[in-house]
């Protein structure tokens, strides 16, 4: 079972940049698409960006299509979310995802498992 933890969260102004860490445990996390969801207060949780097994395939919501960029380092297993150009609309908890298969997902369902979130707060 390949279980994520997310780390990199805080709080920053208007502009600036974070990045975002997930780190899975698990031999087999390479066997797996990744993600990354956010949660705003009272809304639901929507997907940010998703990458595949190889990381060849990647998709962004159109709200952060040219502001974020999705990663991963198999050696580490680690998969990243570069956040740069952040704006007061981007704070939310960040939920890294294991997909069910090798492939990218979109939908939260793609999903087999979850992390406990990091909160990114931007303030203006």
């Known amino acids: 079972q390949v279980q994520p933890v997310e780390s990199g969260g805080g709080l920053v102004q208007a502009g600036d940049s974070l990045r975002l860490s997930c780190t899975a445990s698990?031999?087999?996390?390479?066997?797996?698409?990744m993600g990354w969801f956010r949660q705003a207060p009272g809304k639901e949780r929507d997907f940010v960006a998703g990458?595949?097994?190889?990381?060849?395939?990647?998709d962004y919501a159109d709200s952060v299509k040219g502001r974020f960029t999705i990663s991963r380092d198999d050696a580490k297993n680690t998969v990243y979310l570069q956040m740069n150009s952040l704006n007061p609309e981007d704070t939310a908890v960040y939920f890294c995802?294991?997909?069910?298969?090798?492939?990218?997902?979109?939908?939260?369902?793609?999903?087999?498992?979850w992390g406990q979130g990091t909160q990114v707060t931007v303030s203006s």
């Open positions: 995802a294991v997909a069910w298969t090798p492939l990218l997902g979109t939908a939260t369902t793609d999903f087999r498992s």
């Open positions: 698990g031999r087999t996390f390479n066997n797996y698409g």
């Open positions: 990458i595949n097994w190889d990381g060849r395939n990647t």
